[in-house]
């Protein structure tokens, strides 16, 4: 695919909605700026109704925003209809063309684009083939099993050679084991195909294991942007921390300063960690720690109360109170370690490198 | 907030759609004109008919005794024949939803909801006079009644009774088959007897149901014009009084008031039961039954429902088949034997039966994939698309159901007769075929519409947009993806529209020249001056075209409809 790639960018973007009931009018997307690397592939993640889809209906045409300018490449595309813009939209509900076979449904879209037929063959095949459905042509999309649908689905939408893919949470409608060799399979042709691509979900895993960038949206504006590292590590608010992976929240005033290293009161007792430069003696802060990053010893860190302690095969789960914040662990290859019981009083540990301060 | 940018923009996406826009146009522009204008120009002239505004048109109306007469008289025909109608569809719903049937009763029930659908309205009037008039069969030859009077009251409430109840069965059986069995059987385990489930459960839930269906049949029998006119006698409703004011008193402003008073009854009707009783119905019964029904064995139950709805049944078939038999009696109430094919011989050779046969299939056969093409559009604008004149083409095509055919006969008459509001722009069309399509088309709208978009609705709305977004505009996605995968609508609303249009009477009767013969006209003429071997005749060459259409159709579905594998899905 010879194309030159294209990126996206949306400058101001906002949507506006009715609600039905109400009748009041709300922003489903606020005042979004964005912008889409080409051939990298992004992941619009969040809670439903936070208006990651909104987006990406924007981006395809089928909803026009109220306010500001979409940008494929460098051009504005805010007056194409769908049907001209240069984007291939994988749907939830995979949309097959039911009264077409496979081939005839992947050889839908250039045969409106009036490619010759020995052509149209030529590619449908060569796609077929990419999707692992070659033999398939002749089948009904309704002899298919739900993951063969989903392969014609991004056939189709892969045989135009859009400059942009466009998945919305395609995977949600399959179980769960297919869920993710599928995810494994979109990332293997996208790569293959050097094509940007444009994912929503809700699932996170999902959003980690395919993204180069992941955009948390909530509420309909950009909570965060970035590689699934930093906004795992370095969330930048207690949404997002929460939303990707489990999060804990402890809360302590700064106590002192020495250098690059803060002191923080955490329910009664001191903690040491690397702290930012904007810090303030006497203000409040939040710290994330991640369940696996912290265990339980019997001295040497924060003092807690165990209050649930479950075994869960490859960890032991633990709940525990340190003051009156409940903070959860989790206890990986628990086989040769001490294990608490429900009202053993013990101490939180942690490396202080591991936590982060919002 | 200001969503004027994304209306500014969704308004460039549409006109960058010429297709899409000019159809909306000619679609706005067709139920303006057609539908609107028709019923406002009766507006206007009953309120400036006599040349200054005001209500002295319907002092003077309200002033007539027959007038006022014809209303309640139509009101306690509606009223009766209404609750008769959903009562005897219950029963005939329940009883096919509820007990095993031998396969001979099944038959007979689906024998009796196809036939109102495949013959003229005024089929029943007929058989009734002829079985049971003054030289009926049944009272005259085998009773020695010799005084029977059939015309009137009763005749009219029997007739469309039995016309009209099977649609309210067809109706109250699909709403049967979604009450959840499990419901019932709950109430049986804790001890309700049979009885008191139907009391308790089944009835409560099929209450907004049944008012549909009353409504339903009240607002037909209200607009009903044909079996009044033929079994009615001096028993006028508003239907037939309108008729005669226009046709008999050629008072044509008289005649507009009127219609407006009978199209504010149905329109009143078909509010409470559109906004109200289908939202209710819906609100009660939605969900899928989860399981298969036990159906009720209990011979003590079972035997006398059956036989009961099965000689019911009997009879209906039995008046339906009184019109081929009675067309070939050789002279009707003196000579019954031998069979003679005499009338159907006359009916070509003296009353130019093939040009009427010929008028009608032709106007029918040009009207009905019009009319088909037409609310499938329709249809799929409601359904898939969103634009700002939506909300009218819905509500005006749907408005069209509540017009009765006489009010809209009139609203036709002092539309056009004259040209657009007099002016004589348009004139051209009064008086030729092409009205009589245009009726046509108008009259079977709202079903094709209702039947469309019912089709559409299950259809995922990703499917197009799909295909959209794969490139293809507007017209591209309705011909290849819409189109396709709502065949079936499609067809059979070729085929009801055809059969719809080839049994109207009550619009075209008030609009056909005599360049065009039309079956319906005949047979009605023939009716009433008595000659009921000829009407027969006529009627039995109708109902076999009519028939053969939907047999046709079957076929062609069996064979070339898509819906089916796609169900299996």
Known sequence: MEKVKKGVRLDHISKIYQDPKTGKEFYAVKDTSLTIEPGSFVTLLGPSGCGKTTTLRMIAGFESPDEGEIYLGDEPINELTPNKRDTAMVFQSYALLPHYNVFDNVAYGLKLRKVGKDEIRERVLKILDLVELSGMEARMTNQLSGGQQQRVALARALVIEPSVLLFDEPLSNLDAKLRVSMRTEIRRIQQEVGITAIYVTHDQSEAMALSDNIIIMNKGVVAQMGTPQEIYYHPVDEFVADFIGEANFLRGKMTGRDGKQVTLDIEGSPLQVEGKDDMEIGQEYTLVLRPEAATLADEGGLPCEVVLSCFMGSYQNYHVKVGDTLVKLEEHNPKNKKIYAVGDRCSLVFDPRSVHIL | MARSQGAALDRKKLMAD?????????????????????????????????????????????????????????????????????????????????????????????????????????????????????????????????????????????????????????????????????????????????????????????????????????????????????????????????????????????????????????????????????????????????????????????????????????????????????????????????????????????????????????????????????????????????????????????????????????????????????????????GTGLILVIVFVVRSLPTGTRSGISALRQIDKSIEESAYDMGADSFKVFMTVTLPLIKDSFLSGLVTAFVRSITAISAVILLVTPSYLLITVQINEFAEKGAFSLACAFATILIVITYSAVLLMNLFIKRFGTSKNLKED
């Open chain 2, 18 to 430: 010429p297709i899409m826009v000019t159809t909306i146009v000619v679609l706005i522009a067709f139920l303006t004109l057609f539908i609107l204008y028709p019923l406002a120009i009766l507006l206007v002239d009953s309120f400036v008919g006599d040349g200054s505004f005001g209500f002295s048109i319907f002092r003077r109306i309200f002033a007539m005794p027959s007038f006022t007469r014809a209303i309640t008289n139509t009101l306690k025909v509606g009223f009766v024949v209404g609750i008769l109608s959903a009562l005897i569809g219950l029963l005939y719903a329940y009883v096919e939803v509820y007990v095993r049937l031998n396969k001979f009763a099944g038959g007979l029930f689906k024998v009796v909801s196809m036939l109102p659908v495949v013959s003229p309205p005024f089929v029943l009037s007929l058989s009734m006079i002829m079985l049971f008039g003054k030289a009926g069969i049944i009272t005259r030859f085998l009773l020695h009644i010799y005084d029977n009077n059939v015309y009137g009251y009763w005749g009219i409430v029997i007739v469309q009774t039995l016309t009209f109840f099977p649609v309210c069965y067809m109706m109250l059986k699909g709403l049967l088959k979604n009450i959840d069995p499990s419901l019932e059987e709950a109430a049986r385990d804790m001890g309700a007897s049979r009885m008191k489930v139907f009391t308790s459960v089944t009835l409560p839930l099929m209450l907004p149901g049944l008012g549909n269906a009353f409504l339903v049949t009240f607002i037909e029998s209200i607009a009903d014009f044909a079996n009044p006119m033929i079994i009615g006698g001096s028993y006028d409703t508003l239907a037939t009084t309108i008729y005669l004011q226009i046709t008999g008193a050629y008072d044509k402003a008289g005649a507009a008031a009127m219609a407006v008073v009978l199209l504010c009854i149905t329109l009143a009707m078909f509010a409470v039961q559109k906004y109200y009783l289908e939202a209710k119905t819906a609100a009660t019964l939605t969900g899928k039954a989860s399981r298969v029904r036990m159906l009720i064995e209990d011979r003590s139950v079972k035997i006398p429902l059956t036989i009961l709805c099965s000689l019911g049944a009997l009879f209906v078939i039995m008046m339906y088949i009184c019109v081929p038999i009675g067309a070939c009696f050789p002279t009707w109430g003196y000579k019954f034997f031998p069979l003679t094919g005499k009338w159907f011989a006359q009916v070509f050779t003296k009353y130019r039966g093939l040009k009427a046969f010929k008028d009608s299939f032709v106007l029918s056969l040009i009207a009905s994939p019009i009319t088909a093409l037409l609310s499938m559009i329709i249809s799929y604008l409601v359904v898939k698309r969103k634009f700002k004149a939506k909300g009218f083409i819905e509500a005006v095509s749907m408005l069209a159901m509540a017009v009765p055919g006489t009010v809209l006969g009139v609203g036709y008459i002092r539309g056009f007769s004259g040209g657009l509001f007099h002016t004589g722009i348009l004139q051209g069309i009064y």
